[in-house]
């Protein structure tokens, strides 16, 4: 019959736990049995010069024996036993902190399961758990033996940020499936490390290089296994970053599952925000240079196979990312796009600066013929490749702004063609209220929206630019025009006028011009006499009387002329 723990039984309370035990013990082998002898060990003592003996500094070390609660069925649950310590106080310590856990409840299945965890720490790390977590997750009942993984926690993540924007959501899901799960996926949650997620940004950036070496093989082979593969930016890696440190916040506020969040202190490159940079002449003048070399090289690496010569002409390596017309550019493609079907959406776009949603999602119920005046009241954007249908995001974007005299007439010429085509599709049209449509009144999708933009761009023989830029130019325009900056602010739907200047800061060469030669004027005209000096305490006047400072008081008065 097994023997009874050494456990004691306070009514109303539940067992208490036991005390336990400290001892020395050597690994000293008798030679006659050949078996060890413990804590018989006749070397683990020594005799004191009073006679007396005490335990030998030098020979064994140190242990303790704990008894655990029982199992569920009541079966005795084999001890806790622990050697190794250099001191009897070390031993004492671990032993005070075993018995700490297994006090923070008075419940046996609570405890049973704390003697579990124990058993199960000790196991993988050689240390008891920490009991302020112990006591932490025993305070909110949860399973103290099951052990979440990263990868379930981010799906448990998803399920519960419902009220969120579609292509937020999108975004979340795109971070963890492409970055997150397969990195970090299997560590446990309460295990996850600073240097594991340095770790995947190492990983990352080495897969940027791979990806980077491959395009410039020019093997047709190696350039089409990273075909669809896109180097992951820095902003990119924040965002990562971000929803990584968004879904843990949640596991420390809502469930306590951890008490630090690692991803919070995680360094990474700062993102340097791509600078718009003017098409001049000589910009020009290098880009047809580089495309030409660059379709020669894919020409060659394509074997005599037919080259997309529009993708040839987007691909070609640009200044920068982001790139503005001239206003001579901005005109010669309005001019060019006059005949085709997207040319007012274009032209709102180049004029006004709106977004492609924005464009693409305007509706003939938000167009103010009598004030001159549209409202961004609704968007159309993509989710994958899925049109997804909106308001705005912010506050700033839902907005009324002006537009021009001939941008109207133009809409008044558009909408008598639109009902021209209602018309002619009869039964198929289809009534979607929006003032730029397929020729069955169905909403355009984005996507085909730019692609257009890009074939006119290349028929004109332009340098390349983005869709998106053409909101940029928009922008430099009405700052270059002299517009206030609090109106360019609400014409674009940002937030601050802060972003606006510091997002847009391109000058056409013809202003840097006449900045200089302003500056240059102002510095070098005709010698402006110095006032005479007066007297302390004494008031000067102007030269027409309008004005006059006080020396005393260093104050500018306004008087009414003579």
Request: net charge positive.
């Amino acid at each position: 019959m097994a023997s009874k723990p050494n456990i004691k039984t306070t009514a109303g309370r539940g067992p208490t736990v036991a005390k336990g035990t400290t001892h020395k013990i050597c690994a000293c082998i008798d030679p006659e049995t050949g078996k060890n002898v413990g804590k018989t060990c006749p070397k683990l003592r020594s005799r004191h010069a009073d006679g007396g003996q005490r335990w030998s500094s030098t020979h064994g070390t140190w242990a303790y024996q704990l008894e655990l609660p029982a199992h569920a069925d009541g079966r005795r649950r084999s001890p806790l036993r622990r050697r190794g310590f250099a001191t009897l106080e070390d031993a004492e310590a671990e032993l005070g902190h075993a018995r700490g856990l297994l006090a923070l409840d008075s419940d046996p299945a609570v405890r049973r399961q704390i003697a579990a965890l124990m058993l199960s720490v000790l196991k993988d790390t050689k240390q008891l758990p920490d009991t302020e977590e112990v006591r932490r997750k025993v305070r909110m009942h949860q399973d103290l033996n099951r052990h979440v993984t990263v990868a379930e926690w981010l799906e448990e993540f998803l399920k519960r940020k419902r009220a969120i924007e579609p292509t937020t959501k999108r975004t979340y899901e795109s971070h963890i499936r492409l970055y997150l799960k397969p990195y970090l996926g299997d560590i446990r949650l309460d295990r996850l490390r600073v240097s594991d997620i340095a770790g995947m940004f190492d990983a990352i950036e080495e897969f940027n290089e791979i990806i980077a070496t491959e395009r410039a093989s020019g093997d047709p082979a190696r350039v089409q296994a990273v075909r669809y593969r896109r180097p992951v930016g820095p902003t990119t890696m924040h965002r990562i970053r971000a929803t990584l440190r968004h879904a843990l916040n949640m596991a420390i506020r809502q469930d306590r599952l951890l008490d630090f969040n690692p991803a919070a202190v995680v360094e990474l490159g700062a993102v340097t925000r791509p600078k718009p940079v003017i098409w001049t002449e000589e910009r020009v003048t290098q880009w047809r240079q580089d495309h030409a070399a660059h379709l020669d090289r894919l020409k060659r690496a394509r074997q005599g196979k037919r080259v997309d010569p529009v993708a040839v002409y987007i691909g070609a390596p640009r200044p920068s990312p982001v790139m503005v017309w001239t206003p001579e550019q901005t005109n010669a493609f309005l001019v060019h796009a006059r005949k085709d079907r997207l040319f007012i959406l274009y032209r709102l776009i180049a004029m006004r600066g709106l977004r492609r949603g924005e464009g693409v999602g305007l509706r003939w119920r938000d167009v103010i013929f009598e004030r001159s005046r549209i409202g961004i009241h609704w968007q159309i954007t993509q989710l994958g490749w899925e049109p997804i249908q909106g308001t705005p995001k912010t506050d700033a974007s839902d907005r009324e702004i002006a537009v021009d005299a001939e941008t109207m007439a133009l809409l008044r010429e558009h909408k008598k063609r639109q009902t021209r085509e209602r018309l002619a599709a009869g039964a198929d049209w289809g009534d979607s209220a929006f003032v730029f449509t397929d020729e069955l009144g169905r909403p355009l999708h984005p996507q085909h929206v730019t692609d257009r933009f890009y074939q006119i761009c290349y028929q004109a023989g332009l340098p390349p630019i983005r869709l998106h830029d053409l909101r940029h130019g928009a922008a430099t325009a009405m700052l270059a025009a002299g517009v206030d900056i609090k109106i360019v602010q609400e014409t674009l739907g940002h937030k601050t006028s802060a972003f606006t200047r510091d997002t847009y800061t391109s000058v056409y060469p013809e202003a840097a011009a006449a900045a200089a030669e302003a500056t240059a004027a102002f510095l070098t005209g005709p010698a402006v006499p110095a006032p005479r000096p007066v007297p302390s305490g004494r008031v000067a006047t102007d030269p027409v009387g309008t004005e006059m400072a006080s020396e005393t008081r260093g104050e500018v008065i306004h008087l009414p002329t003579r």
